[in-house]
């Protein structure tokens, strides 16, 4: 199974700050990759597709990109309706697909 | 537009079998997949299975023994089966469809006798 290493597990930030969070994937999974956010109590959302493609509707304050097996999620002048756990998802080789442990974005 | 809705029994006993239904509209079944994916309480995402436009379906291996998913396009719905149900499978339940780009609200399913 392709394991998708996600970190950091917590990242404090100030509303305004830039914040990158980052999965490593254990074999190549090409551009399958996509970002979810997640709010407590709600359902997880989609936020970028293909890596680097963002979902409807989302705020262009939101980016993803590829360095090698390096993704990385970035958000530019952090909102406070950002805080929320972030995840990747790699859907190249299945089954299964797999999620990275989780990104809890909160207020320093 | 798009909805999945979650349904099923909130409450199973240990060594039962879990039955949930995913209701969809929006999309039609024969030309998108859907997921199950299932997140413990206070805990991450794992994906559970998938049920493809052409009716194959995928489990994650360390479920595939227990697991069934199925459909009924007529219907547009899907079904998860998941037996011997331990304590270790409450979790909140969610259907994800069109290649998990829209989501259930999920159901909380919690086994206990």
């Known amino acids: 199974d392709i394991q998708m290493t996600q970190s950091p597990s917590s990242l404090p930030a100030s509303l305004g700050d830039r914040v990158t969070i980052t999965c490593r994937a254990s074999q190549d999974i090409g551009n399958y990759l996509r970002w979810f956010q997640q709010k407590p109590g709600k359902s997880p959302r989609l936020m970028i597709y293909?890596?680097?493609n963002l979902a409807a509707g989302v705020p262009s304050r939101f980016s993803g990109s590829r360095s090698g097996s390096d993704y990385s999620l970035t958000i530019n002048s952090l909102e406070s309706e950002d805080m929320a756990i972030y995840y990747c998802?790699?859907?190249?080789?299945?089954?299964?697909?797999?999620f990275g442990a989780g990104t809890k974005l909160e207020l320093k | 537009q798009v909805q999945l809705k979650e349904s099923g029994p909130g409450l199973v006993q240990p060594s039962q079998t879990l039955s949930l239904t995913c209701t969809v509209s929006g999309f039609s079944l024969t030309s998108n997949s859907v997921h199950w994916v299932r997140q413990p309480p206070g805990k991450g995402l794992e994906w559970v299975g998938a049920i493809w436009s052409g009716g194959s379906t995928d489990y994650n291996s360390a479920l595939k023994s227990r697991l069934s998913i199925s459909r009924d396009t007529s219907k547009s719905q899907v079904f998860l089966k998941m037996n011997s149900l331990q304590t270790e499978d409450t979790a909140i339940y969610f259907c994800?469809?069109?290649?998990?780009?829209?989501w259930g609200q999920g159901v909380m399913v919690t086994v206990s006798s």
């Open positions: 293909g890596a680097t």
């Open positions: 998802l790699q859907h190249n080789e299945y089954p299964p697909y797999t």
């Open positions: 994800t469809g069109r290649g998990t780009s829209y």
